[in-house]
């Protein structure tokens, strides 16, 4: 089973951006699907974004298009989360997560369709 670092988290402003980073240990990150879901205090954990595995297809959630992108470095066993024009709401806890099954936004958007996670990094947007 692969293992899962996040980075990159913190305290910015609104209209600021971040990047997060999640690193890959034990499998080697070009066999599995990524994606990163959000949860904010008292809520349920929801999609941000997901990448097939060899980065040619990527989705997002509708709350994130045009503001966020996601990408991957095979040979780094990377992941990568580009946040720009943050928002207050965008305040969560990030994590990022292998999929060994999915294979399109239906099954790559939903948690079930996930096998391993990180531990999170907490992003806050002040506004």
């Known amino acids: 089973q692969v293992q899962l670092v996040e980075s990159g988290g913190g305290l910015v402003q609104a209209g600021g951006s971040l990047r997060l980073s999640c690193v890959a240990s034990?499998?080697?990150?070009?066999?599995?699907?990524m994606g990163w879901f959000r949860q904010a205090p008292g809520k349920e954990r929801d999609f941000v974004a997901a990448?097939?595995?060899?980065?040619?297809?990527?989705y997002y959630a509708d709350s994130v298009k045009g503001r966020f992108t996601i990408s991957r470095d095979n040979a780094k066993n990377t992941l990568s989360l580009q946040m720009n024009s943050l928002r207050p709401l965008d305040t969560a806890v990030y994590y990022c997560?292998?999929?060994?099954?999915?294979?399109?936004?239906?099954?790559?958007?939903?948690?079930?369709?996930?096998?391993?996670w990180g531990q999170g990094t907490q992003v806050t947007v002040s506004s």
């Open positions: 034990g499998r080697t990150l070009s066999g599995y699907h």
């Open positions: 990448i097939t595995r060899s980065g040619s297809s990527t």
């Open positions: 997560a292998a999929s060994h099954s999915g294979y399109n936004y239906y099954t790559l958007s939903v948690t079930a369709g996930y096998d391993s």
